[in-house]
């Protein structure tokens, strides 16, 4: 190969990687900005009202006496005798559990040590608190209408909720999807353009929230209570998404 021949050769070399550069950024910039820039951005929510299929009770023995285990004595046989009572109601022994159990002294910061103070242990409370899962829910009102009758002194809530939650989280995003597309589709046509494809999405999940009654102190309460009228009422379980489609 001659001298002319070889300048040609790499002329031609030079020129074909000078093409190949320009068109490579011309299709990265072509891609970049169809990436970027002809996409549009909506979000939705799903929404779907759901009834509470499971509820859960807390409630307390709070005793108090100079004899701790006297307290002791006495507190464990009301929940012992409470548990009892839960159970033939056909509550499994599963849906029930021990949550707290306290025992406290309580002190007398009188003066007459003053000016040194020092307080003295005139008594004890013990607090025990059991969370009670009931799955059936027109047991709800006997359970808390018989609990005082046990011995029970404190109750601290009544909360509703959904035992399987992403059966309607299915639901609920299926619709979110749904709006969302037909969201997109109407911007697109009064923009004169169309929807291609989804480039990207993400969503944002609002479960059921739980529903508390209020705290029920009924101590000194009867034997025999009328049951109260409980209302789980619904929740609403809720999906919102953020979905970016690519348009032409």
Not at 111 to 139: A, C, H, M, W
Not at 154 to 182: C, G, H, M, T, W
Not at 191 to 217: A, C, D, K, W
Request: glycine letters at 8%; charged letters at 20%.
């Amino acid at each position: 190969m001659n001298l002319s021949s070889k300048n040609l050769f790499w002329s031609l070399v030079n020129l074909t990687l000078i093409l190949v550069i320009i068109f490579g950024v011309k299709g990265l910039v072509y891609k970049s900005f169809y990436k970027t820039d002809r996409t549009i951005t909506v979000s939705a929510e799903g929404k779907v009202a759901v009834s509470p299929d499971i509820a859960s009770v807390s409630f307390s023995v709070v005793s108090q006496g100079k004899d701790p285990e006297l307290v002791q004595g006495e507190n464990t046989e009301k929940m012992n005798t409470t548990i009892d009572f839960i159970k033939s109601q056909g509550i499994e022994t599963k849906d029930i559990k021990t949550v707290n159990y306290n025992l406290a002294p309580q002190y007398d910061y009188g003066t007459k040590n003053f000016p040194v103070l020092r307080p003295e242990i005139v008594g004890y409370t013990l607090t025990q608190t059991v969370l009670v899962k009931i799955r059936d829910l027109s047991k709800v009102a006997p359970i808390l209408g018989g609990l005082p009758g046990q011995g029970i002194n404190q109750i601290e809530s009544v909360s509703f909720d959904i035992d399987d939650p992403d059966r309607y989280l299915n639901e609920a995003r299926r619709e979110a999807f749904l709006k969302a597309r037909a969201k997109a589709e109407v911007m697109a046509e009064q923009n004169g353009v169309r929807i291609r494809r989804v480039v990207t999405f993400s969503e944002n999940q609002g479960g059921p929230i739980p529903y508390f009654e209020r705290s029920l102190g009924v101590g000194g309460a009867p034997d025999v209570l009328p049951a109260p009228q409980i209302e789980p009422g619904t929740q609403e379980v809720t999906v919102q998404v953020s979905v970016t489609y690519e348009i032409r």
